[in-house]
């Protein structure tokens, strides 16, 4: 897991660019020439991956599904029988509140999950299995904050998955015995072509509440040409998930 999760980051930006950078000063006495168009590349490529506006039109390839109409959260009953949201990461022992908490991600998964279910009263499974190899798993540990933050009981966990494809194929192995075919899958919109390809796969019939869009105007100033570390985050995300989308195509079929 350690040696997966090196390799990882140093594939996504910015480690990428400063790699490419490390070789550019590695090569500047033996091949000057060389060298100088990788110090182009790596500079290059941090600047743009730091800028909003790449962030938005990246993400505009990816986030193909549009939004939950807020007038169909009363009727999503009629549509399916659960809802299921995917795990994203935890906090490890986070000093204010003492214990593992989840990441910024997952809490606006849950917290419209939350809503959706209020609104329709469908029942919520959270799916995500142990993150570092330690228990809780994801999955509990959404439950138990949407019990205690947002007042909603959570009616199934699945806590083994490790990655999408298992979260699709382990939450079938919790609902479908159950007669339940239909979910709403709650995830981020960049992450959601991926997730209800996977789920559909997996047996489903899926309608998508996607969260978290990156392909918005935030009429950042100066357009979104200016450098943010934040960026640099999102790029990272989508970047991964393009690769991930690729490989499910090529291994899930």
């Given at each position: 897991?350690p040696f ?7 594939l996504?930006?910015?480690?990428i660019?400063?790699?490419v ?42 986030e ?6 807020q ?27 003492g ?9 606006e ?12 009263g ?42 999408t ?21 709650v995830t ?17 019939d ?17 357009g ?7 960026a ?5 995300q989508?970047?991964?998930e ?8 090529m291994?899930?079929?």
């Amino acid at each position: 897991m350690p040696f997966r999760y090196a390799i990882k980051n140093l594939l996504l930006p910015p480690g990428i660019f400063l790699l490419v950078l490390l070789c550019a000063w590695w090569l500047r006495s033996a091949r000057p020439r060389l060298a100088r168009a990788l110090f182009v590349v790596g500079l290059g490529g941090v600047w743009l991956t730091s800028l909003p506006i790449v962030v938005e039109w990246s993400a505009k390839g990816i986030e193909r599904l549009p939004p939950l109409q807020q007038d169909q959260w009363a009727t999503l009953a009629q549509r399916a029988d659960a809802i299921v949201v995917l795990g994203s990461g935890r906090e490890r022992k986070d000093p204010s509140w003492g214990t593992d908490i989840p990441t910024g991600t997952a809490l606006e998964r849950m917290r419209y999950a939350a809503r959706l279910a209020k609104a329709s009263g469908l029942p919520i499974l959270t799916t995500g299995g142990l993150h570092y190899g330690e228990p809780p798993s994801e999955a509990a540990i959404m439950a138990d904050a949407l019990r205690d933050d947002f007042g909603v009981t959570v009616r199934w966990q699945e806590g083994e998955s490790r990655t999408t494809w298992e979260n699709a194929t382990m939450t079938a192995a919790v609902l479908q015995p159950l007669g339940i075919k239909r979910v709403v899958v709650v995830t981020q919109a960049w992450h959601m072509p991926r997730s209800v390809w996977s789920f559909q796969k997996a047996g489903f019939d899926v309608v998508p509440a996607p969260v978290g869009f990156l392909s918005v105007d935030n009429a950042r100033p100066f357009g979104g040409w200016l450098p943010e570390s934040r960026a640099v985050w999102q790029m990272g995300q989508l970047i991964n998930e393009a690769a991930g989308w690729v490989g499910y195509r090529m291994f899930y079929r």
